[in-house]
T-cell receptor, first 116, second 113 residues
Framework: GAVVSQHPSRVICKSGTSVKIECRSL??????MFWYRQFPKQSLMLMAT?????????EQGVEKDKFLINHASLTLSTLTVTSAHPEDSSFYIC????????????FGPGTRLLVL | GNSVTQMEGPVTLSEEAFLTINCTYT??????LFWYVQYPGEGLQLLLK?????DKGSNKGFEATYRKETTSFHLEKGSVQVSDSAVYFC????????????FGSGTRLSIRP
């Protein structure tokens, strides 16, 4: 089946620094990628939808200047958490889809971010 | 708007017990329905899906039937194993091409040996 990878799997950073998380579709071209955030013992919250070559669409309440998303190619999307603060600590999960109305989303393994 | 409601956990069962995790949805039109599983410390894996009414999705002994009349997609397994311990998410996706997946709150399942 389709495989989506994320890197890094875990990252610890100091408050005020920026962190970049990569999401790659390994064996298919992803026209659309999604970024989710998951707090402990809670469901996934969609942060933004990105299409290759265009600007990401952010969900209400998500700061686009804080969470920068770049979908540079059909196999790579990046999420950069800028000027990270402890409240940004969370589990970030991406998913990718090939497009079409019946597409399946394939999820990455997630990245755990801890901001000290 | 579209939404998914699933039974709250945690659910604790003994090995070989019968499992049901309830899920109901609210949506316009005819959405696709999914069950995802999340093992500890990992991302989500698609467990099964159904794309139209009366379809039955199945995988790894799990089953769920798309019931339009009751707007439900309950997850069942006849005999659970310790390895089934995970969090299960019911989800829906409407048919417009630009739509996103709406997740339920998740149900944590623990299986005792």
């Amino acid at each position: 089946g389709a495989v989506v990878s994320q890197h890094p799997s875990r990252v610890i950073c100091k408050s005020g620094t920026s962190v970049k998380i990569e999401c790659r579709s390994l064996d298919f071209q992803a026209t659309t990628m999604f970024w989710y955030r998951q707090f402990p013992k809670q469901s996934l919250m969609l942060m933004a939808t990105s299409n290759e070559g265009s600007k990401a669409t952010y969900e209400q309440g998500v700061e686009k200047d804080k969470f920068l998303i770049n979908h540079a190619s059909l196999t790579l999307s990046t999420l950069t958490v800028t000027s990270a603060h402890p409240e940004d600590s969370s589990f970030y999960i991406c998913s990718a889809t090939t497009g079409g109305s019946e597409e399946t989303q394939y999820f990455g393994p997630g990245t755990r971010l801890l901001v000290l | 708007g579209n939404s998914v409601t699933q039974m709250e956990g945690p659910v604790t069962l003994s090995e070989e017990a019968f499992l049901t995790i309830n899920c109901t949805y609210t949506a316009t039109g005819y959405p696709s329905l999914f069950w995802y599983v999340q093992y500890p410390g990992e991302g989500l894996q698609l467990l099964l899906k159904a794309t139209k009414a009366d379809d039955k999705g199945s995988n790894k002994g799990f089953e769920a039937t798309y019931r339009k009349e009751t707007t439900s997609f309950h997850l069942e397994k006849g005999s659970v194993q310790v390895s089934d311990s995970a969090v299960y998410f019911c989800a829906l996706k409407s048919r417009s091409s630009a739509s996103k997946i709406i997740f339920g709150s998740g149900t944590r399942l623990s299986i005792r040996p």
